[in-house]
């Protein structure tokens, strides 16, 4: 009620220099704020997008509607393709699976549902989509999405092959010309103490399975690979969940089976290679490498694995995580 908005800019940039830095995997460090890494300022593309001030800020003013409903991850676990189908089941009514027209054979899953921790969210209160996306870690979330008992749907992924696809998204697109590619060894040093963007990745999924363990209603915890081998299963949970279930019609006419194909990496990647110009600084097709289940052993060494598999073992111990 007192300070001006350029007041609490300088405040917020002295209390983040007060946090603790680390070198990151581009040239801007990372700090560390109420346990998790976070960049800075204007980093992404001039974008202040997975800040640090947009956390703060979130947690400051988002006031989130009972309504809601977020997609969680950590980077790198399926976030693209959770958005394609949570969008495509909540919107089937209006565009079945199957239409020609339908808004994902134009436009990129991250346009079709925001992401909460941009500066393009904040600066656009009149949002109102239901469907909305972080990959702020659970602890971090503004309080009046655990208040208003939001339901959230989080998809987490086997972290060698999160390391893998972070790594590659990383040096093809987050780097820039003043940051030098980072290597293999050096980019693995850094994820293995758990230092990256919103990291450590193996901190973010602890947070949400644990919430899903204790609000089984409010949180749902997706895998990334159980959705790869039986989609049919995961799909049908996640459209119950989200309050827009499969009725038996449906199932017999195959609609479920539309929406799978729709969303496929296959699908997706030959749509978003074609539309090139959807998005202002990161071409469509970035989000579709290769969608594969286990492609980091063909860049890890047998060390490698064995540090991750040890840390994954250890992190993940008593809470039913498999890959
Ligand atoms: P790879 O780099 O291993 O190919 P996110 O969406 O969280 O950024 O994650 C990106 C990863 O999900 C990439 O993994 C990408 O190829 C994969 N992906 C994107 N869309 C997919 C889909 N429809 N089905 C399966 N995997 C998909």
Known sequence: NYLTPKMIEVLDKITVSTLPKHKSWI??????????????????????????????????????QPTNVFLASYPKSGTTWLKALAFAIVNRTM????????????TNPHY??????????????????????????????????????????????????????????????LRDDLSPE?????A????????????????????????SIERPDKVLFLNYEKMKEDPKSEVKKLAS???????????GDG?????????SFKKLREV???????HKVIPNDVYFRKGEVGDAVNYLTTEMIEILDKITLEKYNGLDIAF
């Open 188 to 211: 693995f040093e850094l994820f293995s103490k758990g230092v990256t963007s919103n990291g450590s990745c193996w901190d973010h999924v602890v947070g949400y399975r644990k919430a």
């Open 272 to 278: 978003n290679k074609a539309n090139k110009d959807g």
């Open 112 to 173: 079709c549902v925001p992401f909460i921790d941009t500066e393009a969210f904040l600066t656009n209160p009149s949002n109102t989509n239901d469907l909305l996306a972080t990959h702020l870690p659970y602890t971090i979330l503004p309080k009046s999405v655990i208040t208003s008992d939001c339901r959230i749907v989080y998809i987490c992924r086997n972290p060698k092959d999160v390391f893998i696809s972070f790594w590659h998204f990383v040096n093809e697109i």
């Open 27 to 64: 040239k801007h460090p990372l700090y560390k704020y109420e346990g998790f890494w976070f960049h800075q300022g204007f980093w992404f593309h001039s974008e202040a997008s997975f800040t640090v001030e947009v956390a703060m800020a979130l947690q400051d003013k988002f006031v989130a």
């Open 95 to 106: 565009f079945k699976g199957s239409n020609p027209q339908h808004p994902l054979l134009t």
């Open 255 to 263: 609609e479920m089976e539309e929406i799978i194909k729709l969303c």
């Open 182 to 186: 980072m290597n293999l060894e050096d």
């Open 241 to 251: 969940f989200i309050g827009h279930p499969f009725k038996e019609g449906e199932e």
